[in-house]
Structure formats: C-alpha cells, structure tokens
C-alpha cells in the first residue's frame, strides 16, 4: 500500500492543482493590483497570523511530535479549492479568492519549507536544514507550480476546451481528495486513534479561527464585506492535500499527514455554518438596501 500511495499521491495533487489551473489566467495574479489593502491583510493574517495560532492551539491541546509538525504543515499551505464554492455560497468575491490562491500557492514555495524547518526544530529531530535544502524548495516547486502553470497554459491555449474539461476535473478532483484523505487516515490509523481527541478539537479551532479572523480582521481595516469573506474563506480553508503531499512525498513522514487529512474532512464543519451565516447577513443587508 505504501508504494502504491507513493505512486498515486502526487498524481492525484497534480491533477487538483492543474484543475486550479484551468480556473486562473495572468490577469488573476495582475487583480491583486484591484484588491491590495484586501489581499495584503489576507495573506499576512493567512501566513503570519494563522500560524501562530495554530503553534498556540498545539501547545495548548498537548499535541507533539509528528502530529504537532503536520498540524503547523497544514496551516501554512494555501487556501483549498473548497475555498472559491464556500465563499460563491456565502455571497464573498470569488474573484478575490481565485487571487488569494494563485498568489499564496506561488508564496507557498517559499514559506512551506520555512515552516518544515521550524516544525522540526520545535517538535522532531531539530534539523532544521530539512526544510532549506535546495531539493525540497525544488520538490515544493514541482508538485505546486508546475501542474498550476500546465493547466493555466491549456486554458490559454485550448480556452473552449478548458471551459468545458473544468466542471468534470472539478468533480474528479473531489473524488480524489477524498480518496487522499482517506488513504492517509488508513496509512497510519494508529496516530488518528491516539490523538483523535486532541486533534479533532485543535482542527475545529484553527478552521474556525480562521475564518474569524479573516473576516473581523478584514473589516477592523475597512474591507467591504465581501472581499472580507472570501478573506474568511481563504485562511479558514486549507489545501489538505497539498500539506499531505509535502508530507508523505517531500518528508516522507506518513504520521505528518494525519492532520491534513483529519482537517480536510472537519474544516467543512464551520466552513458551512460560517457560509450560511454569511449568506443571511448578505440577504439582510440586501434587503435593508432595498428598503432604505
């Protein structure tokens, strides 16, 4: 089973990444020039801000070890395809989520391996160099970038073609992080069971933190509403597989990949509690718009 996740992981991260791909055109990087007050306090609450309270829920929980660093993995990776229907649901700019990602998936090559570094010094063996080594920034580089780069080339390329492969790798990329989450539960089931309580409540709490501070945050410095909530959205909701990949692929340390994978599945949870109160606030302004 091992070798044949080894084998699978990467292609499934590479198909969702080159399905994110055909969603995003030069002109996505080029918006964040439309948005910058509202990207800039996204991404330094998504890649400052969260990981330190994810370091805080760690220690306040007792996780340590290989479930501790998997923990801080996932909080440094970019916002989740799941972020873009979670926030259209909630009423937040999409198009500020679609930038929001393109811009931190290419940031994450730099700031993942930072973060492994940190992760073993505090809670593995202290090698920190693992995550600055010229080969991991290059195998970060080549399971983000390239399959995002190859679909955003057949989208130029073949845009009919795209538009119409887009929904069928949607769905398909479903299926197969999915299937990615439940392979890593099943790899290593004993680190779930032993840390199950733990790890569920720190999961719960950093989706949860996530989208507050996103929104209140975004709001506290004058963000409209809905670029506020697609912010929500983005650092509430993260690219499991993604972290899982650098994980098992880049670290080969399948126990790192349990949080990813437990976090993928519960991060849903205030996910859609958190759209669908964003949705009535939206529909009560409307109509408070309306009536004025």
Not at 1 to 30: C, Q
Not at 285 to 291: F, K, R, S, Y
Request: glycine share 8%.
């Amino acid at each position: 089973m091992g070798s044949l996740f080894a084998v699978f992981l990467p292609l499934a991260l590479a198909l969702v990444m080159f399905g994110l791909g055909l969603t995003l055109t030069v002109d996505d990087f080029a918006r964040v020039l439309r948005y910058p007050k509202a990207a800039a306090v996204a991404l330094v609450c998504q890649m400052l801000l969260l990981p330190a309270v994810c370091l805080g829920l760690i220690y306040l929980f007792g996780l340590d070890g290989a479930v501790a660093a998997g923990m801080l993995l996932l909080a440094a990776s970019p916002g989740g395809p799941s972020a873009n229907l979670f926030s259209h649901i909630a009423g937040g700019n999409v198009a500020l989520n679609i930038t929001l990602t393109a811009v931190n998936s290419v940031l994450a090559v730099f700031t993942l391996p930072l973060v492994v570094g940190l992760s073993y010094t505090l809670f593995l063996d202290g090698d920190a160099g693992i995550g600055l080594r010229p080969d991991k920034f290059a195998q970060v580089f080549a399971i983000v970038l390239i399959p995002v780069a190859l679909g955003m080339w057949v989208h130029h390329r073949f845009p009919d073609w795209s538009r119409r492969a887009r929904g069928a790798v949607k769905v398909l990329s479903i299926v197969v992080l999915a299937l990615v989450v439940v392979a890593a539960v099943a790899r290593d089931f004993d680190t779930l069971t032993d840390n199950v309580g733990a790890l569920a409540a720190v999961c719960l709490l950093l989706a949860t933190v996530g989208i507050l501070v996103g929104f209140y945050v975004s709001r506290l410095f004058g963000i409209e509403a809905d670029q506020a909530v697609a912010a929500a959205m983005e650092i509430g909701i993260h690219n499991g597989a993604l972290a899982i990949a650098v994980a098992t692929s880049v670290l080969h340390n399948s126990a790192m990949a349990v949080p990813p994978a437990v976090y993928g599945v519960l991060m849903n949870v205030p996910a859609a509690v958190a759209a669908a109160l964003f949705a009535r606030r939206a529909r009560a302004a409307g109509l408070e718009t309306t009536a004025a």
